[in-house]
């Protein structure tokens, strides 16, 4: 055998057993830091309109004891306004509304100086401790000629028969009224106490009912000094032979 030899090293393949083992190094190289992905963010989203602010006047809202929505808070105090006989108070009004008061007397205030800015032929005012709607000072002329000529009006014929029924059988109720004349007699009498020929005379004692009486203007307007002086009805009325010839032609 010849000294002249070199060593050559086995050649393993991959996996083969007794294949040597890569060592670990140690160094910046032995962490590498794995591949950064590169994730694409999401494209942003078309941005959402914010709510529009609404004022509470022009929102509608409702009642702790009722779920319907009502309209703005102006309308509702003109609609209350309208009907009440009396000035009244901005703590009522805000008890009724359920709304603060100091939002319902500057609700009032910004109605009033509306009105006078538009000028409407109404005017808002706060007389007595409450507020009510009047008329113009400018406009009294034509509301008096109105209310004159309403006055001297003549009454119509269920009218007449009305006040005739309360005159003779004085004082009575609404529901006998309308018993004697066979119908409702509501309207009618609305108009005889607008006009101030008729005025309330307490209560029924059994049915609690409102009775009604004939006023000192009435006798004014008949020209009497009291109810002795109304005609007797019974020459006025149909004899029975007349009304039993009338059932028989009937």
Do not use: H
């Amino acid at each position: 055998m010849s000294d002249d030899w070199e060593y050559e090293s086995p050649e393993y393949a991959a996996g083969d057993e007794g294949a040597p083992q890569d060592q670990a190094v140690d160094g910046p190289a032995a962490e590498l830091p794995a591949p950064r992905s590169e994730a694409k963010s999401p494209l942003p989203g078309p941005r959402a309109e914010a709510d529009p602010v609404v004022s509470l006047d022009e929102a509608t809202w409702q009642l702790s004891t009722d779920m319907a929505p009502l309209p703005p808070l102006r309308q509702c105090l003109e609609a209350i306004l309208l009907v009440v006989e009396e000035p009244v108070a901005d703590v009522v009004l805000a008890q009724i509304t359920e709304r603060p008061r100091d939002e319902v007397v500057q609700t009032l205030l910004e109605l009033s100086a509306e009105y006078t800015e538009q000028q409407r032929g109404f005017d808002l005012r706060q007389v007595a401790g409450g507020w009510r709607l009047y008329t113009r000072a400018a406009c009294a002329p034509l509301v008096e000629k109105f209310v004159l000529d309403g006055q001297q009006a003549k009454l119509s014929q269920p009218a007449l028969e009305t006040l005739a029924v309360v005159a003779y059988r004085q004082p009575v109720s609404r529901s006998r009224i309308s018993a004697v004349r066979g119908v409702n007699c509501d309207g009618v009498m609305r108009t005889l106490l607008t006009r101030g020929l008729i005025e309330e005379a307490g209560t029924d004692v059994d049915s609690g009912a409102i009775l009604y009486r004939t006023t000192p203007l009435f006798l004014e307007k008949m020209g009497m000094r009291t109810l002795e002086e109304l005609p007797e009805l019974a020459p006025l009325l149909p004899s029975v032979e007349s009304m039993e010839e009338s059932e028989t032609l009937a």
